[in-house]
Antibody
Framework: QVQLVQSGAEVKKPGASVKVSCKAS????????IHWVRQAPGQRLEWMGW????????RYSQSFQGRVTITKDTSATIVHMELISLTSEDTAVYYC?????????????WGQGTLVTVSS | QSVLTQPPSASGTPGQRVTISCSAS????????VYWYQHLPGTVPKLLIY???QRPSGVPDRFSGSKSGTSASLAISGLRSEDEGVYYC??????????FGGGTKLTVL
């Protein structure tokens, strides 16, 4: 079955960076883009960016431009999201989710979420 | 940046029909599909509606979506206690970015 399995919780100090991974399995990796969405405590879902499944194309939210980088290892079917210059406002649960080009399904499968805590 | 506005809360009694609205500033919804997600406590978000009115496999037909102009709606009929949670609309904007609404907390009285 389709699975997106994310790396474990992280605790970082302000100014540091964090890299969260998302291992995909159970489907054709190149037919789907992977997006990253986060949710800070008590806040809405916030879209961060996406990476194309079969081409090295990325798109980032203007809110994170310059701070977020999404990369992938197609052979390993893993997508990474790195966020730099962390502040306490980056404390959130980070999710990866897939988008199907052919099906039109946006975020039909999600990772379990990774809690990133930024604290001095 | 495009903004999607949802009411912060909605409520209903078991068996009732409730509707949650999602309105857009600008032409985002008018030009693009709308998606709806259910986020229950302690779980990951779940896709309820895609392409504005289609249901993924496994989503009950109690959930329906519609779109008109720059607004969209999610209707839930036969309300159940397990429907209690937060509902988000989302769409693409003209920069190929995804925009989420602020979320509507649904309470089943």
């Amino acid at each position: 079955q389709v699975q997106l399995v994310q790396s474990g919780a992280e605790v970082k100090k302000p100014g540091a960076s964090v890299k969260v991974s998302c291992k995909a399995s159970g489907y054709n990796f190149t037919n789907y883009a992977i997006h990253w969405v986060r949710q800070a405590p008590g806040q809405r879902l916030e879209w961060m960016g996406w990476i194309n499944g079969d081409k090295p194309i990325t798109r980032y939210s203007q809110s994170f431009q310059g701070r977020v980088t999404i990369t992938k290892d197609t052979s390993a079917t893993i997508v990474h999201m790195e966020l730099i210059s962390l502040t306490s406002e980056d404390t959130a649960v980070y999710y990866c989710a897939r988008e199907g080009y052919l099906s039109g399904l946006l975020f039909d499968s999600w990772g379990q979420g990774t809690l990133v805590t930024v604290s001095s | 940046q495009s903004v999607l506005t949802q009411p912060p809360s909605a409520s209903g009694t078991p068996g009732q029909r409730v509707t949650i609205s999602c309105s857009a500033s600008g032409s985002t919804i008018g030009n693009n599909f709308v998606y709806w997600y259910q986020h229950l406590p302690g779980t990951v978000p779940k896709l309820l509606i895609y392409r504005s009115h289609q249901r993924p496999s496994g989503v009950p037909d109690r959930f329906s979506g519609s779109k008109s102009g720059t607004s969209a709606s999610l209707a839930i009929s036969g309300l159940r206690s397990e429907d209690e949670g937060v509902y988000y609309c989302a769409t693409w904007d003209d920069t190929l970015s995804v925009v989420f609404g602020g979320g509507t907390k649904l309470t089943v009285l």
